[in-house]
Nanobody, 121 residues
Framework: QVQLVESGGGLVQAGGSLRLSCAAS????????MGWYRQAQGKQRELVAA???????KYVDSVKGRFTISRDNAKNTVYLQMNSLEPEDTAVYYC???????????????WGQGTQVTVSS
């Protein structure tokens, strides 16, 4: 069983920055990819950024050049540095991890509780 705990959300003015953190906790598990999703009011949840265990990253086009995803494998923690924030970035951000018990063969998705990011004009 893996739990994801998020921090770093809040209210910021347009052009500002926030850094989200997500730490995975539990025992006898391994994680492949980790990522951040977001869901704005009235819209579907979308993948914002993802990073594999080997460090390969991908981003949705709207955040390229502004957001940076990174991870610390030793701490089982993923970060999302968000710069030049825009009102369109306002959403609930969810941490996601592809996790597996050490004795198992199949990965499953673990989700954080979500953290609100609000960007004012």
């Amino acid at each position: 069983q893996v739990q994801l705990v998020e921090s770093g959300g809040g209210l910021v003015q347009a052009g500002g920055s926030l850094r989200l953190s997500c730490a995975a906790s539990g025992s006898m598990f391994s994680i492949n990819a980790m990522g951040w999703y977001r869901q704005a009011q009235g819209k579907q949840r979308e993948l914002v950024a993802a990073v594999t265990s080997g460090g390969s990253t991908k981003y949705v086009d709207s955040v390229k050049g502004r957001f940076t995803i990174s991870r610390d494998n030793a701490k089982n923690t993923v970060y999302l540095q968000m710069n030049s924030l825009e009102p369109e970035d306002t959403a609930v951000y969810y941490c996601n991890a592809e996790a597996r018990h050490y004795s198992g063969s199949a990965y499953y998705n673990a989700w954080g509780q979500g953290t609100q990011v609000t960007v004012s004009s």
